[in-house]
Every structure is written in structure tokens, then in C-alpha cells.
């Protein structure tokens, strides 16, 4: 019995000493599997390319709520140019916060969160909006959030929490073409705030989940209705 423990002990230790050397080197090797594929996609769509990491988040970002979350650690991959009459911009957004313990008074550990982001830059100046699933979590930062907008398909609402100050925008925008193109991908956040917008699902993609992402974008800005554009055109 006691040799049972020793040896189930042992194998236990040398599992954990394994861990420690393999994981860094697993971790290193799925980063560059996903660079290579990244690296791929962004030269078939005609983009420019750049894995190395940048400490913080890009100047813009603050004022979008996925940048607000925790501390921001680094961004990768980076994958920017016009792609379909577009500026876009995509790439990996990594940042930390701290877990604690049951009791709320100690720091058990920091834990680290990874998302993909997708950018379009367009010609005007939006009011802000945010658009997330419904299942998101709904208190952020402390705060207890309403909602700002509803519409008259229930499905929708029922899939989707949105918060716009400018309700006249917000029903100006989210029209018929716009609500159907949403219903056909429901884990995608979008946020607006003037000339970007930013859209992420909450986790971390491969190639093939960026492209999928640029494509939404793409769907996206293409259903805003005309008069919209026109109304809230830059200059």
C-alpha cells in the first residue's frame, strides 16, 4: 500500500516536471502554427503582415469595452490593409486579470484571455453602439447595464442585448437587411464609436475563423442603409 502511494506519488511529480518543460514549447509551437496560417490568409487577401507582438493595446482602443477588460497584455499578428473597398485591420488582443480566492481577499492566480479582433475604419462618424449576444455576461465593470434599444422581432431581441444612447440612430441603423445578417452568425459583439468598428467573438481564432470574422465585417457595414452612411459621412 505504502509503495502504491510512493510510486503513484512519484508519477504525479514527474507528470508536473514534464508540464513545466513541455507546455512553454507547446504553447510557442501552436503561436507559430497560428502565425503561419495567418501569415497565409493575409497574403491570399492582399493584406500586409507582422506576428511579432506589441506590448499594450493600439492607441484607438480604449473606448471599446473589449479593450476595458482587465489589464492589456499584448497584441500579434497583425493583419492590415483595403480588402474589398475597405480598411481593415485584424489581430490577436491578449490581457490579464486576477482570479481570487473564495473568500475575495487573496490572488490565486492571473489569468489571461485571448481574442481575435477584426477593425473596419469607414468614412464616417458613428454614435456609439454596442451590440453582444444576449448570453454575454451583463454586468461589466461594475456596473449594472440596461437596455437602451429594442425592435419588434422578438428573436431578436431575445439574441441580442443592445446599448445605444441615440435611439434614433440605433433604429435608423439596425434595419431589416442589417437584423437578418445578424441572425445568421448570433456570437459576434460589434461596438461602434465614430470612424471604427470593432467586432470580435470571445475567443481565439484560426485562419479560417479570421476570415470568416472579415467576411461578417464586410456583410456588416455593407447592409448599414445608404441614408445612414450619408447622414453620418466625416467632413
Same mark, same amino acid.
Given at each position: ?23 512553454? %514549447?507547446? !504553447? ?25 507582438? +506589441?506590448?499594450? +493595446? ?51 492566480? !492571473? ?5 481575435? !479582433? ?11 453602439? %454596442? ?47 442589417? !437584423? ?13 464609436? %465614430? ?13 479560417? %475563423? ?26
Amino acid at each position: 500500500m505504502v509503495m502504491s502511494i510512493v510510486i503513484a506519488a512519484c508519477a504525479v511529480a514527474v507528470l508536473a516536471v514534464l508540464a513545466v518543460f513541455y507546455m512553454p %514549447g507547446a !504553447i510557442r509551437a501552436a503561436q507559430q502554427r497560428r502565425s503561419r496560417g495567418r501569415g497565409l490568409l493575409a497574403a491570399r487577401l492582399g493584406l500586409a503582415f507582422d506576428p511579432a507582438p +506589441r506590448k499594450g +493595446r493600439p492607441e484607438w482602443s480604449e473606448v471599446f469595452n473589449v479593450f476595458r477588460r482587465g489589464w492589456p497584455d499584448e497584441t500579434r499578428n497583425h493583419m492590415a490593409g483595403v480588402w474589398r473597398g475597405l480598411a481593415v485591420e485584424a489581430f490577436d488582443y491578449t490581457y490579464s486579470g486576477m482570479l481570487k480566492d473564495s473568500d475575495g481577499s487573496k490572488v490565486a492566480r !492571473i489569468n489571461y484571455e485571448n481574442r481575435t !479582433i477584426v477593425v473596419l475604419e469607414v468614412a464616417q462618424d458613428f454614435p456609439d453602439f %454596442g451590440l453582444e449576444p444576449e448570453s454575454n455576461l451583463r454586468v461589466p465593470y461594475g456596473r449594472v447595464r440596461r437596455r437602451d434599444v429594442t425592435f419588434e422581432r422578438e428573436a431578436f431581441d431575445l439574441a441580442f442585448y443592445i446599448e445605444c444612447e441615440d435611439e434614433v440612430f440605433s433604429k435608423a441603423l439596425v434595419d431589416e437587411r442589417l !437584423i437578418d445578417v445578424l441572425m445568421r452568425d448570433r456570437n459576434v459583439v460589434v461596438q461602434m464609436v %465614430g470612424s471604427r468598428i470593432v467586432f470580435h467573438r470571445e475567443t481565439l481564432l484560426d485562419a479560417a %475563423g479570421v476570415e470568416q470574422l472579415l467576411q461578417f465585417a464586410a456583410d456588416f457595414y455593407a447592409q448599414v442603409p445608404d441614408h445612414v452612411k450619408k447622414d453620418y459621412a466625416r467632413g
